[in-house]
């Protein structure tokens, strides 16, 4: 079981939870819920830590590469996420609602309301609210970097440490037995059959928007780079299939540089490039996470706005700065924002997670591919700079 995926292991949670909610006693299914009760608690007291502990390395790791290629690579790659982000937007709010209808939003919405209480509940209320984590982010990161504080930095990098060893060690694993309380819950509760009715179209959609991304990303590079289009996707089918494999984009960098290397982009652009832009460029994570939002949204009928969902976009490409190199990291660096920006609860906050993992992978080549899109236009640049 210990070489099984995190993706695998979901998805037999997932089953299990469906048969347990079918046929199990409600004490089993209570038993869980006390259990998802103390998960929950302590994820949303981890939160801020989470925040903290992604961004302030990240930012002051941006602040201490010198040179003009950072500006212009980590511009690009906001850019490209923002993006991203923004086509997801268009697509799902006029998509999703043609298969979320009313009937269907009655059966989902406030799915607390219906699911079975814990047993007993433990609270683990959160040091600081999350824009209080963000800000004192912000500030500690953006001020390392400026005063070159090995000290500071240190201690940032330790507790860095100790956030992705609590993920990596303690939530990752505990994670499939949260998922199975989840499903077996909502299963219980008479919700199952709505959910997945609607998530597996969620989840192709997602995937198309993956695929024309990567197309337009790379078009964009072949134009300035004045290269072949159809050979540069060619050459990142390795990356993207190693990245689908492993679900992390820092497991595959020297894979990427292989296909980088391919694509002749000069070896001090790819060297710098393709690693720095595994911690900071996430479109296809960008277009997953919208994409689930919405449909989670309109599943219970939560309003939301352009406005909204941009300032959620926005955020996600800063939160997610050195979001784990495990499976799952960027949904975790993404919590804060979904529940500070678009009000998500302890339930709506599992189910992401839930969802998000499953097709995590992905996400995380449709990551990668453009990281190497990316390298291509810096390398263009570059030489005319």
């Not at 001020?143 to 956030?163: C, E, H, P, R, V």
Request: glycine content about 8%; charged content about 10%; hydrophobic content about 55%.
């Amino acid at each position: 079981m210990k070489k099984l995926g995190l993706i695998y292991k979901l998805i037999i949670a997932i089953i299990l939870g469906i048969l347990l909610g079918t046929f199990a006693p409600k004490i089993i299914v209570q038993i869980l819920s006390t259990f998802n009760s103390i998960f929950g608690n302590f994820l949303s007291f981890s939160i801020p830590l989470i925040i903290i502990g992604f961004i302030v390395c990240g930012i002051a790791d941006l602040g201490n590469t010198a040179g003009k290629l950072l500006g212009i690579t980590t511009g690009i790659a906001y850019f490209s996420t923002l993006v991203a982000g923004l086509i997801a937007y268009l697509v799902s709010s006029n998509l999703f609602p043609k298969f979320i209808n009313s009937a269907l939003i009655a059966t989902t919405s406030n799915p607390e309301e219906s699911l079975l209480e814990p047993l007993f509940k433990i609270e683990m209320p959160p040091l600081m609210d999350i824009t209080s984590a963000l800000i004192l982010a912000f500030l500690l990161g953006l001020g390392i970097a400026s005063i070159k504080g090995k000290t500071l930095y240190n201690m940032a990098s330790d507790f860095q440490q100790i956030m992705q060893n609590t993920i990596a060690k303690f939530i990752i694993p505990l994670l499939p037995i949260h998922i199975l309380g989840i499903f077996a819950n909502m299963t219980y509760s008479g919700q199952i059959v709505s959910i997945l009715s609607v998530f597996w179209k969620v989840f192709l959609i997602i995937l198309v928007i993956h695929f024309l991304i990567i197309i337009l990303q790379f078009a964009v590079a072949s134009i300035i780079s004045h290269k072949n289009l159809i050979t540069l996707l060619k050459n990142q089918i390795p990356g993207y299939l190693t990245a689908i494999g492993t679900q992390s984009s820092t497991a595959t960098i020297p894979i990427n540089l292989q296909c980088a290397e391919k694509n002749k982009v000069s070896k001090g652009i790819r060297d710098f490039v393709v690693p720095l832009c595994a911690t900071i460029h996430l479109s296809g994570s960008t277009i997953s996470l919208t994409c689930l939002s919405i449909a989670i949204m309109l599943m219970n009928d939560m309003p939301f706005t352009f406005p909204k969902i941009f300032g959620f976009i926005a955020m996600l490409g800063v939160t997610m700065i050195a979001a784990p190199g495990v499976p799952g990291g960027a949904v975790m660096a993404a919590l804060g924002v979904l529940q500070s920006i678009l009000g998500f609860n302890e339930a709506l906050l599992a189910l992401m997670i839930a969802l998000y993992v499953t097709q995590d992978s992905f996400g995380t080549a449709c990551n990668i591919s453009g990281d190497n899109a990316i390298a291509l236009i810096v390398d263009s640049i570059n030489k005319k700079i």
